[in-house]
């Protein structure tokens, strides 16, 4: 039987070249377009990215109170420094001098590389303030308990990275404030040094020595230094961020979605009138995967009714976090260009040579002692809050603002402690200088123990101590410890970028300072 | 081989170890092993065996105008070498702190990064540094000398002219 006119290959073929447009959309959204709730949670659950996200949001994760929009701008900015990077290194030239030349035609010669190096810049600066902030936020509202220990590791973890990619980033113009930053940098690593050779031991083990000699490939800043920089800068660390990125957003998925006060649902209030009901009957299902997991089944008893589903209400709130950290990214680089100083030159220091200004804290910290300011210190405090989640176990104040006990006039009085004790260690010292000076002939053993740095966090360490016993509980000596680390942090950086000048020396404005 | 549960353990219980494969777990553990020395291997590369620095052996001529207790800092050198009665010693300009590199002054050294203050013979006075700038060695004699900033000599160590 020869096929009617209507079917032949010829005609099918034609057929399926009609179709191709809705045969190609079909293939590509396996659920149909997301034009009801029911298609887009499909959408949202077909999707590897989007997937990400529940498909269904608490309203409570919705107040902008709830987080201010802080992580998706640390992931906003990271995207723009990701995109703006790509481009910056069709022009970039990772070798010693050239390396300046090429940033140089960047910014004169080629169309908006000047434009598109400052929002670079800006954005890595934005995320550096949108990850600290971030970090304040989940702390003030309790977020790191449980079941979220762990995604508070893996953030303190993103921190870490988003610090070494600016670090990194830092060296790769090898103008002057570059070079010498990361000599400075490099000795930071180098600073076990400083034990072992009081010691006497730096003969046979040398930790210091052999972290510089990784990290520089050399014992100068040198090629090596600058191409393992670049290595790690463009391809190493932005590789760990985005894998350590996707652990944290999966994890506050499965960790239950953003945090939120046990009474959210009566605080909120009855949802809005125009809600469609989630389940039209009663729940018969829950949707555990009977005896393959175990675990908290999502819905017991009643349905979810004070979520709104992602697809679109989440969705909106964060591409309007995400257009406004662009927004400014872009405002800042229109009004304020990336610096850019004289060649790098080993033999002349830049005075003051000057670290990026998250990091003048710690440089504040150096002018005491390498090693305390530079390693002591910072490993303390990383451990004192990788420690917190674990150890503060209480459930009062989950998921409120400064919630817990003490909570905001606790919070108010350790703001207080933490500027004043930073101002008067810092006065001290400043007026009457520092061991060294009284006592010319102490050893630098001492000094390393018992520095400004040392007893400022002595101080914040016996402070939270007290209130741990005063309050009863440990979040109250958490929140103290934050708040002071978080109060110390900001003064010393203070300090570091507008009251130190040549020779680190204290000048109140930098009008004051000698003319060299 | 298998042993039924007991009735103690729910199924969703995972199987004791000690009914686990004993090869098994030796040739995962072998693989483990391979894997970190290979790993310990591979990090041996980004460890430098030769640095890429240049050469920090050089000569120099001291001016003969040179007064006793004036450094002289060759160009692009970081090393200031002293001339006086006893002879000639060479003090590297490299801080202890952090690496900046000294200024010489009247009054001995300061360091632009930290604000550490050295005696003319190298040693702290104030700041952070732990430790009093190397002595380096000098060679020769005249008014020619050999200086190796790689090369470490105890404090005071001079060079007859």
Request: net charge positive; with cysteine; hydrophobic share 45%.
């Amino acid at each position: 039987m020869s096929p009617t006119p209507l079917d032949s290959a010829l005609h099918r073929f034609l057929r399926n070249l009609r179709e191709i447009p809705e045969h190609f959309r079909a293939s590509a959204v396996r659920g149909g377009l997301p034009s009801t709730d029911r298609t887009r949670s499909t959408f949202v659950f077909g999707n590897v990215f989007l997937h990400l996200h529940a498909v269904r949001a608490h309203r409570w994760s919705l107040r902008w109170s709830t987080t201010w929009g802080l992580g998706v701008t640390a992931i906003a900015a990271f995207l723009i420094t990701l995109v703006t990077g790509v481009l910056l290194m069709l022009y970039y030239k990772p070798y010693p001098d050239v390396a300046y030349l090429s940033i140089k035609d960047i910014h004169f010669v080629v169309p908006t590389g000047r434009f598109i190096r400052n929002i670079h810049r800006w954005a890595a600066n934005v995320m550096v303030v949108a990850v600290l902030l971030h970090m304040a936020r989940t702390f003030y509202t309790a977020a790191y308990r449980a079941p979220r220990e762990f995604n508070w590791l893996i953030g303190m973890a993103l921190l870490v990275t988003t610090l070494g990619l600016s670090f990194t980033g830092y060296l790769l113009p090898w103008d002057q404030l570059a070079y010498w930053a990361i000599t400075i940098g490099a000795n930071i690593a180098a600073a076990p040094r400083e034990v072992t050779d009081a010691l006497g031991m730096t003969e046979f083990f040398d930790p210091g020595g052999l972290q510089k000699l990784l990290l520089l490939g050399s014992d100068q800043v040198g090629e090596e230094a600058l191409i393992r920089f670049y290595l790690l800068h463009v391809m190493v660390l932005p590789l760990v961020l985005a894998g350590l990125a996707a652990v944290h957003f999966w994890r506050i998925r499965k960790d239950g979605g953003l945090v939120r006060p046990a009474d959210a649902d009566r605080r909120l209030g009855p949802p809005p009138p125009d809600t469609y009901p989630v389940f039209t009957e009663a729940p018969a299902k829950t949707y555990h995967l009977a005896a393959i997991v175990r675990g908290r089944t999502p819905a017991v008893g009643d349905g979810p009714e004070q979520t709104v589903p992602s697809m679109p209400h989440l969705f909106y709130a964060e591409a309007g976090v995400f257009m406004l950290t662009t927004l400014v990214c872009l405002a800042l680089a229109l009004v304020a260009d990336a610096p850019l100083k004289e060649l790098a030159n080993s033999a002349v220091p830049e005075n003051p040579a000057k670290a990026p200004w998250y990091f003048l804290g710690l440089q504040e910290l150096v002018s005491y002692s390498a090693f305390m300011g530079g390693i002591g210190i910072p490993t303390i405090v990383m451990l004192s809050l990788g420690l917190i989640p674990y150890l503060d176990r209480e459930e009062k104040g989950t998921g409120e603002w400064f919630g817990g006990p003490g909570g905001w006039p606790l919070t108010l009085q350790a703001i207080v402690v933490g500027f004043g004790a930073a101002l008067l260690v810092e006065a001290v010292v400043i007026r009457f200088g520092w061991l060294r000076e009284w006592f010319p002939a102490i050893p630098q053993l001492v000094i390393t123990a018992v520095n400004p740095g040392t007893l400022l966090t002595a101080i914040y360490g016996g402070y939270s101590i007290w209130l741990v016993r005063r309050y009863d509980s440990t979040r109250a000596g958490a929140l103290g410890l934050f708040t002071c680390f978080l109060c110390g942090f900001i003064l010393l950086t203070v300090i570091g970028t507008y009251f130190r000048g040549p020779n680190w020396t204290f000048y109140w404005s930098p009008a004051d300072w000698p003319v060299h | 081989m298998t042993v039924s549960p007991g009735p103690a353990r729910s199924r969703l219980d995972p199987e004791p170890l000690p009914r686990r494969d004993f090869l098994g777990l030796a040739s995962l553990g072998a693989a483990l092993s391979a894997l970190l020395f290979a790993t310990l291997g591979m990090l041996r590369l980004p460890k430098a065996a030769v640095l890429s620095s240049p050469s920090k052996k050089f000569r120099v001529s001291l001016p003969d105008t040179l007064g006793e207790g004036v450094a002289y800092v060759p160009p692009g050198r970081s090393v200031a070498l002293f001339r006086d009665g006893k002879g000639v010693h060479a003090v590297s300009t490299i801080c202890t702190h952090l690496g900046c590199i000294v200024k010489p002054t009247a009054e001995g050294f300061e360091c632009p990064c930290h604000g550490s203050r050295f005696a003319p013979d190298g040693s702290v006075v104030k700041g952070p540094a732990p430790r009093a700038l190397a002595w380096v060695k000098v060679g020769g004699s005249g008014g020619n000398y050999v200086v190796d900033e790689d090369v470490r000599v105890p404090s005071g160590t001079k060079v007859t002219t």
